[in-house]
C-alpha cells in the first residue's frame, strides 16, 4: 500500500496548504514508483521516503513567502492594467493587451517596470528559492498577417514565445535561469468564452511560484560536478 493508506488520511479541511502540496508530492512519487522495473529497490525506497523529506522544506517554504505575498500584492495595486496576483494559487497573470502589442513579443515599458519590481521580488529572502513556471495564453482568432506568421506560425507559437519574452526580461534582471520553465497553450485553456474578436481575457501569461524541490545554488553546483562534460571538436550548427 502507499504509505499515505496505512492510516486514514486526514480531509482536504484538516490539511494546511503546505500539507496538501506534501500530500500531492507524495501522490507524484508513489506513481513514479509503480512504473519502475523489478530490480529498482533502492530507488523506490528513495521515492517513498522522498516525500517526508520534503515536508520541511515545503513548511519553511511557505512561511517564509509571507512577505512575498505582501510585496507581490503591493505590485499589482502598482500596475492593475498590467497584472494581477492571486496568493492563493500563487499566480501572477499579465494582461497580454497591455504586456504586449498585438501579435508581438516586445514587453510594453510598463510591463517591463512591472517585471523590473517582480525580478527584485523574485531574489527577495522570501522568494529566492521557488520555483517559477510561465505559462502564455492566447484567445482563438487565427494568426493571419504574413509578417506575424513568419515568426509565430500559431497561437501555440504566440504564447510560447510570450512566455519566454517575459523569462527572459526576468533573467536580465538577475534572476537566476535554472528557476524558470515555459511553456505555452496557445487557445486551449481559455478562461472566458471568446467573441468574434476573441476575448481579452484569454491574452494572458500566467507566472505560477512553487517550492523548488531541487535547490539550485550550491547543493546545485555540488551536483553539477558528478555530470560528464564531453567536448566535440566540431559541433554542429544548430
Not at 535554472?178 to 511553456?183: D, E, G, L, N
Not at 560536478?225 to 554542429?236: A, H, K
Given at each position: 500500500d502507499a504509505p499515505w493508506s496505512r492510516a486514514a488520511e486526514p480531509t482536504t479541511e484538516d490539511l494546511t496548504g503546505a500539507e496538501l502540496r506534501s500530500t500531492d508530492v507524495a501522490r507524484a512519487a508513489f506513481n513514479v514508483h509503480?512504473?519502475?522495473?523489478?530490480?529498482?529497490?533502492?530507488?523506490?525506497?528513495?521515492?517513498?521516503?522522498?516525500?517526508?523529506?520534503?515536508?520541511?522544506?515545503?513548511?519553511?517554504?511557505?512561511?517564509?513567502?509571507?512577505?512575498?505575498?505582501?510585496?507581490?500584492?503591493?505590485?499589482?495595486?502598482?500596475?492593475?492594467?498590467?497584472?494581477?496576483?492571486?496568493?492563493?494559487?500563487?499566480?501572477?497573470?499579465?494582461?497580454?493587451?497591455?504586456?504586449?502589442?498585438?501579435?508581438?513579443?516586445?514587453?510594453?515599458?510598463?510591463?517591463?517596470?512591472?517585471?523590473?519590481?517582480?525580478?527584485?521580488?523574485?531574489?527577495?529572502?522570501?522568494?529566492?528559492?521557488?520555483?517559477?513556471?510561465?505559462?502564455?495564453?492566447?484567445?482563438?482568432?487565427?494568426?493571419?498577417?504574413?509578417?506575424?506568421?513568419?515568426?509565430?506560425?500559431?497561437?501555440?507559437?504566440?504564447?510560447?514565445?510570450?512566455?519566454?519574452?517575459?523569462?527572459?526580461?526576468?533573467?536580465?534582471?538577475?534572476?537566476?535561469?535554472?528557476?524558470?520553465?515555459?511553456?505555452?497553450?496557445?487557445?486551449?485553456?481559455?478562461?472566458?468564452?471568446?467573441?468574434?474578436?476573441?476575448?481579452?481575457?484569454?491574452?494572458?501569461?500566467?507566472?505560477?511560484?512553487?517550492?523548488?524541490?531541487?535547490?539550485?545554488?550550491?547543493?546545485?553546483?555540488?551536483?553539477?560536478?558528478?555530470?560528464?562534460?564531453?567536448?566535440?571538436?566540431?559541433?554542429?550548427?544548430?
Amino acid at each position: 500500500d502507499a504509505p499515505w493508506s496505512r492510516a486514514a488520511e486526514p480531509t482536504t479541511e484538516d490539511l494546511t496548504g503546505a500539507e496538501l502540496r506534501s500530500t500531492d508530492v507524495a501522490r507524484a512519487a508513489f506513481n513514479v514508483h509503480a512504473l519502475l522495473p523489478a530490480g529498482a529497490e533502492g530507488t523506490r525506497v528513495a521515492l517513498l521516503r522522498a516525500p517526508l523529506g520534503l515536508l520541511p522544506t515545503v513548511d519553511e517554504a511557505e512561511v517564509a513567502c509571507v512577505g512575498s505575498v505582501d510585496a507581490l500584492t503591493e505590485l499589482a495595486a502598482r500596475y492593475p492594467e498590467v497584472l494581477e496576483f492571486d496568493p492563493r494559487r500563487g499566480m501572477i497573470r499579465f494582461n497580454a493587451d497591455f504586456t504586449f502589442p498585438l501579435g508581438s513579443v516586445k514587453l510594453s515599458e510598463s510591463a517591463r517596470q512591472a517585471l523590473a519590481t517582480f525580478a527584485t521580488i523574485l531574489d527577495s529572502p522570501g522568494a529566492e528559492n521557488l520555483e517559477i513556471r510561465i505559462v502564455g495564453h492566447t484567445d482563438n482568432v487565427p494568426i493571419r498577417r504574413p509578417q506575424t506568421r513568419a515568426q509565430h506560425p500559431t497561437n501555440v507559437h504566440l504564447s510560447v514565445h510570450r512566455a519566454i519574452a517575459v523569462r527572459d526580461a526576468l533573467v536580465g534582471d538577475g534572476v537566476a535561469p535554472a528557476r524558470f520553465s515555459v511553456m505555452g497553450y496557445g487557445e486551449y485553456r481559455p478562461v472566458a468564452a471568446n467573441g468574434r474578436n476573441g476575448s481579452p481575457e484569454n491574452r494572458r501569461v500566467e507566472v505560477f511560484l512553487t517550492p523548488m524541490l531541487v535547490p539550485s545554488g550550491p547543493a546545485g553546483e555540488e551536483l553539477s560536478e558528478t555530470i560528464v562534460q564531453v567536448e566535440v571538436d566540431d559541433e554542429p550548427t544548430k
